[in-house]
């Protein structure tokens, strides 16, 4: 039985992570330390006897006793609301957090996959973002604290693989969404379907030409698995590629939930990039990997989800018929 420990493990993607391992007979430990992570995600593992949860920091040093085979670092404020509130705690988890993983896995022999974002592309001057553009980041700027933390984990993942030939991998993770997304994480995502639910105007930040591309969690998980199984160390996008306006995907949330509301336009905030499109060329090759779920299906599933939770509304909630 392959053992893996898997950081961020109460988040979005780390809780499925969880599920997908457990399901395929592994021994799953979860590491989070709760700061953006909820226990609710993984609670229907806590009764399975290959689940243990450990509460912990990562930016502090990391022991796991016994054979580790496999470690997923998925520990990170991932949302503007999330990384701008907690500044020094989103540069010391992929600092600190990744060297002491890296130490981990160095110690136990384990393979190491980390997880990037399309953010370390910043507000990119090449359209589509293939792996091999060096990105337009601003280090000082209020998004500087997640891009530079995430290009600096790259680097480092590097250093150790080429220094000390440790295994890693490294995926570049483009907006993905689905169930066990919060809705009040500033991704626009949630915030519309949050502001829908609630029966209040759609909020667009900036003239809403800015595009996005969304990948259905199930598609993105499998993906990860993919990647990590593979022999390959340099990072690789994982995305889906149907790029759509900030303003028609406004709309479309509109459509799906029968909202009555309208969309309102205030001003963009600083650093927001203006494109945002993966090229996944390598993952088709290298990988056989490409999305599966239109975004229509899984846009009805995470709405679903959201519409049966009805939680966390405040005041005045509405929910749309």
């Known amino acids: 039985?392959?053992?893996?420990?898997?950081?961020?493990?109460?988040?979005?993607?780390?809780?499925?992570?969880?599920?997908?391992?457990?399901?395929?007979?592994?021994?799953?430990?979860?590491?989070?330390?709760?700061?953006?992570?909820?226990?609710?995600?993984?609670?229907?593992?806590?009764?399975?006897?290959?689940?243990?949860?450990?509460?912990?920091?990562?930016?502090?040093?990391?022991?796991?006793?016994?054979?580790?085979?496999?470690?997923?670092?998925?520990?990170?404020?991932?949302?503007?609301?999330?990384?701008?509130?907690?500044?020094?705690?989103?540069?010391?988890?992929?600092?600190?957090?990744t060297h002491n993983?890296?130490?981990?896995?160095?110690?136990?022999?384990?393979?190491?996959?980390?997880?990037?974002?399309?953010?370390?592309?910043?507000?990119?001057?090449?359209?589509?973002?293939?792996?091999?553009?060096?990105?337009?980041?601003?280090?000082?700027?209020?998004?500087?604290?997640?891009?530079?933390?995430?290009?600096?984990?790259?680097?480092?993942?590097?250093?150790?693989?080429?220094?000390?030939?440790?295994?890693?991998?490294?995926?570049?993770?483009?907006?993905?969404?689905?169930?066990?997304?919060?809705?009040n994480d500033g991704r626009a995502l949630p915030a519309f379907v949050g502001q829908a639910l609630r029966c209040e105007d759609l909020t667009v930040f900036g003239d809403g030409c800015q595009t996005r591309s969304f990948c259905f969690v199930d598609d993105l998980i499998e993906g990860i698995c993919r990647l990590l199984a593979s022999d390959y160390h340099q990072p690789v996008n994982l995305g889906n590629p149907d790029e759509i306006t900030i303003g028609e995907f406004a709309e479309e949330i509109i459509q799906l939930t029968g909202s009555r509301q309208k969309v309102i336009y205030k001003p963009i905030p600083v650093d927001d990039p203006r494109q945002r499109q993966p090229d996944i060329s390598l993952a088709r090759e290298l990988l056989g990997w490409e999305p599966k779920v239109s975004r229509q299906e899984g846009l009805k599933i995470t709405w679903a989800y959201f519409r049966k939770l009805g939680t966390g509304l405040g005041n005045g909630t509405c929910l749309v018929p």
Request: proline letters at 5%.
């Open 1 to 97: 039985m392959k053992r893996v420990l898997i950081t961020g493990a109460a988040g979005f993607l780390g809780s499925h992570l969880c599920d997908r391992f457990v399901r395929d007979g592994c021994h799953v430990i979860g590491m989070d330390n709760l700061i953006t992570g909820d226990l609710g995600n993984i609670e229907h593992l806590f009764k399975l006897k290959d689940f243990e949860f450990r509460q912990h920091d990562v930016s502090n040093f990391v022991d796991v006793p016994g054979k580790v085979d496999f470690i997923l670092h998925f520990a990170s404020p991932a949302s503007p609301i999330d990384y701008l509130r907690n500044p020094i705690q989103t540069l010391k988890v992929s600092s600190l957090g």
């Open 101 to 183: 993983l890296l130490g981990l896995a160095k110690a136990r022999k384990a393979r190491l996959l980390v997880a990037s974002t399309s953010e370390v592309y910043g507000d990119p001057l090449v359209h589509p973002q293939k792996e091999d553009y060096w990105g337009n980041v601003n280090p000082v700027g209020p998004r500087g604290v997640y891009d530079e933390a995430k290009r600096f984990q790259e680097a480092l993942t590097m250093a150790y693989h080429t220094y000390h030939g440790l295994d890693t991998r490294i995926v570049r993770i483009f907006n993905t969404y689905g169930p066990r997304m919060r809705l």
